[in-house]
């Protein structure tokens, strides 16, 4: 696996073309092993303001949500066992983004390597993840109105348009996913 400081240095590069990402996490608070992870992974995450800024999850711009629980530790000298989930959060709909199952010593080991896999997997599907979810929003808007619809801004480019009908959108031959 990559190392943190190498994939975050490939977001910062990265970063304009989506600018920061707004991160609501979720975990089992009541469970202390999924707390201590979550809670460092809150600050590792609060350590790159340039990249993620931590959300509600009803905040209305939410555009990535993790989940991570822990095995229960039967006592304090046990690893850690954990898994995360990321989904990229486009409007009403939750994408699968990325996940992995990680042991570690230390809640902050195992949280460096839920941010470096977190980072990865934002570096290598971000991009396809919002023109996917934006074709999806424009085709459901146009197959439920006989209206035009507005087109989703990384879309009109590609589309030259901020508006579009049904009609006019199949006649540019539709967009691949």
Known sequence: MKTIS????????????WG????ATITDDNDPASKAVMDDLRSRLRDHPQQF?????QDSDLS??????????????DAFA???????AGGSTKTFMGGGIY???TSGELADNFLASIAQDIA???????RANAIEHLEACLMLTQSSCKVPDP????????????SQYLQKGALKK
């Open 53 to 57: 800024t931590l959300v509600s999850t």
């Open 20 to 23: 920061q990402i707004k991160v």
């Open 124 to 130: 290598e599907r971000w991009n396809n993840m919002v």
């Open 155 to 166: 879309l009109e480019p590609e589309l030259k348009t901020k508006i579009i009908n049904l």
């Open 6 to 17: 190498g994939i975050l240095a490939a977001l910062l590069v990265s970063a304009p073309l």
């Open 82 to 88: 954990c898994f995360y989930t990321s989904m990229y």
């Open 64 to 77: 990535l949500i993790v989940q991570a629980d822990c095995i229960f530790r039967k006592s304090k000298s």
């Open 103 to 105: 042991g570690a010593v």
